[in-house]
Every structure is written in structure tokens, then in C-alpha cells.
């Protein structure tokens, strides 16, 4: 781990004179293996009383977020005390938790083997008790233990966006644990925040297969979709993805692909703000020249969620409207002067667009 980090320095020089068991966890060791620059960073602390550890807290100005968890923040690092728990209801905050100094037993409690690794803020001593470095390493999404897992149903959509993410395949045994695990005592907003991160990677094609596969269309969407309208969402989705580069290139297709209710998938996804922008961007299934001008009116279409091949960023470059709008230096002043009024001003206005349109393509083929 890059001990560059000032604050990191600080709370391992903090940790020293009390233990020497104090361990990154989680997603920043797998990250760290991966080579992907983090700033968040989970340390669990052994051998440490909950009430001395909660005196240490104290004493750095760390932060209780989660003190019936053993959890606290100081500035980017979360500390915690390692622990067990035990599904005790319904719901994502119904367990009970207990104490645990093993680190084999607490890194199990963990959903994946690639996010069990365990690194001594110390000595940099790797703990992998599950496999998790070859796992990673060949890219293999594989759940720990069957019965911790099913205990968090949001746990098959962590399985999504890491797929998204890392360009992982789920293997095959967790495939199938995760295709009886019910989905529906998931709120909206934990949905939402899992999904987002799924609409972030590059790898959205896989990702979704996997979302199709597993039945869950219609509790993160909100509909049904049929196989032909997910082969076609499928088409290109990656380099589409990587061309447009925004995380509402997913649901653009999504939604126009499928002919849904755009307004209430968004409200569904509770995302109604942060996306509006596919309500009335322009889609076409296979677009012309005359659609892409017609498109580069309102906006330079690298700002448009359609372009989304090599072949349409190559045509827009060559009609010069990549990074620039069409100009038509047609104003409503003049189309006043020649008499029209109203609702006709605008009629007007767009014909006389579209003609310069016409015309400059007659010019330039």
C-alpha cells in the first residue's frame, strides 16, 4: 500500500505502540493488486478491546459511523475492530455482531474471495485465505461462503457492477447461488447505488448478460425485456460506451431500445434528476448524415449519447460537426421581417434549417 499517503502514515504510526495485527481490507487490497489509484482506505484492528479500541478512536478524532459495527472514520480511512455477523431479520441492517480475532473467520463474513484479501499496514504480509489473489488474477468472481452471502441479497448486484468494473466471469457454482436469491427486500436507493456503479464500467456488455441471465431485469429496470431487445442493447454496448464516455450511455440505449416510459424508468431507478438527459436526446436506429446534421443543430455531437461507433465519430469529423454545431445563421428576426408570426415562427425557422441541411449535402456528396 503507497504509505505516501500522510494520513495513512499517521494512523499506522497511531496503531504501532498497540498492536501489530492491523490489516487493509477490502476493496483497497484488491485494488492495490489491480493497479488502481485509490483514496479510500479499510483498516481492521486485532487484538484491541471494543472499549480501549473506542478510547483510541477517541483520541485520534476519529469519527463513529457505525459504532454497533465496531466502524469508524478518520478523514478518507475507515478503522474498524474485525467481526462476525449473523442474519437475525429482514432487511440490511438486521444482523448481530460479534467480536472476532481470527482473521479466517472475519475475512469470511467478506462477499467475494477478491475482496477477502488482507494486507499488514505493518509489514505489507499478504493474508489470502480464500484464494482471492488467483481469483483475481484470472479474473474470476467466486462467493466465499454460500450461507454469509445470501444473508445480503444486494450482494448479487455488487456481483454485477464488479463484473462492469474488472471485466470479471462469475463462476459458475456462485452463478447458480445467485440465481435463487431473492431480490425484492431491496430498496430503491441500494439498488441504485450498485446500478450507477455498473453504468461507470467498461464492461457493461458482460455486465448485463448477467443481469439478464439472473431474471433481474424487471426489479432494477422495472420491466420485461424481450431476448431480441436485449441482443440489440448488447450490440456495441462496450466500445459505444468507451466512445461516448457518460455513465448515461446504459440507459440511453436501454430506454430507446426498449420503447419504455423513459420518465418512469428513470423514477423507478430514483435517478430522475442525475439522468433527464435521455428524456429527449435524439435516437436513431440507424442514422444518416442528414439525422447527424439534423442532431448537430442542437449540440456537437461528441456531447451526443448516439454516437456511439467509430464509423459515426468518423462521418461527424468529416461533416465538421464533431466538435462544432451546424451553422445556419437563420435568426426568428428575419423570418419576422418576412411575415410570420406565432407558432409559424418556429415552423419556419426549422424549414429553413433543414433546407440549408438538404443543401449542403447535395454540395458535399
Same mark, same amino acid.
Given at each position: 500500500?503507497?504509505?505516501?499517503n ?17 490489516y ?58 474485525p ?56 479474473k ?8 454469509s ?21 462469475i ?7 445467485m440465481?435463487?436469491?431473492? &431480490? ?15 453504468f ?27 431476448k ?12 459505444g460506451f ?8 446504459? &440507459? ?9 416510459n423513459?420518465?418512469?424508468l ?25 439525422d ?13 449519447l448516439g ?59
Amino acid at each position: 500500500m503507497n504509505c505516501e499517503n500522510s494520513e495513512l502514515k499517521e494512523v499506522i504510526n497511531f496503531l504501532k505502540p498497540y498492536t501489530n495485527r492491523a490489516y487493509f481490507v477490502g476493496g483497497s487490497v484488491r485494488d492495490k493488486l489491480l493497479n488502481i489509484k485509490n483514496s479510500d482506505y479499510d483498516i481492521e484492528v486485532y487484538d484491541i478491546s471494543k472499549d480501549k479500541f473506542e478510547l483510541l478512536m477517541q483520541k485520534i478524532g476519529a469519527v463513529g459511523v457505525g459504532k454497533s459495527y465496531f466502524v469508524y472514520k478518520y478523514k478518507n480511512i475507515d478503522i474498524s475492530l474485525p467481526r462476525t455477523e449473523t442474519k437475525i431479520g429482514r432487511g440490511h441492517k438486521a444482523f448481530e455482531v460479534s467480536i472476532c480475532n481470527d482473521e479466517k473467520l472475519a475475512s469470511k463474513r467478506r462477499d467475494f474471495t477478491i475482496n477477502s484479501l488482507m494486507l499488514n499496514i505493518f509489514d505489507g504480509k499478504l493474508l489470502d485465505f480464500w484464494g482471492g489473489k488467483n481469483d483475481l488474477e484470472n479474473k474470476i468472481l467466486k462467493i466465499i461462503d454460500e450461507n454469509s452471502f445470501k444473508e445480503d441479497s444486494l450482494r448479487v448486484l455488487r456481483a454485477i457492477q464488479f463484473v462492469s468494473r474488472f471485466n470479471l466471469t462469475i463462476d459458475k457454482n456462485s452463478f447458480e447461488i445467485m440465481k435463487n436469491i431473492d &431480490l425484492n427486500d431491496l430498496s430503491k436507493d441500494r439498488i441504485r447505488l450498485e446500478i450507477i456503479k455498473m453504468f461507470k464500467g467498461k464492461f457493461q456488455e458482460k455486465a448485463f448478460k448477467y443481469l439478464y441471465e439472473l431474471n433481474l431485469c424487471s426489479i432494477v429496470f422495472g420491466i420485461e425485456i424481450t431476448k431480441n431487445e436485449f441482443e440489440k442493447i448488447c450490440q456495441n454496448l462496450n466500445d459505444g460506451f468507451q466512445l461516448v464516455n457518460n455513465q448515461m450511455y446504459f &440507459l440511453y440505449k436501454f430506454s430507446n431500445i426498449t420503447k419504455c416510459n423513459k420518465s418512469k424508468l428513470l423514477k423507478h431507478l430514483n435517478l430522475s434528476f442525475q439522468y433527464k438527459k435521455i428524456l429527449n436526446e435524439p435516437f436513431f436506429a440507424n442514422p444518416t448524415k442528414k439525422d447527424l446534421l439534423i442532431t448537430s443543430l442542437e449540440m456537437p455531437l461528441s456531447n451526443w449519447l448516439g454516437l456511439d461507433t467509430k464509423e459515426l465519430v468518423s462521418i461527424a469529423k468529416n461533416l465538421g460537426i464533431y466538435d462544432n454545431t451546424f451553422k445556419t445563421d437563420i435568426s426568428s428576426s428575419d423570418v419576422i421581417k418576412d411575415g410570420f408570426s406565432g407558432e409559424n415562427i418556429g415552423k419556419e425557422i426549422k424549414r429553413r434549417k433543414l433546407k440549408m441541411i438538404d443543401e449542403f449535402l447535395t454540395k458535399n456528396n
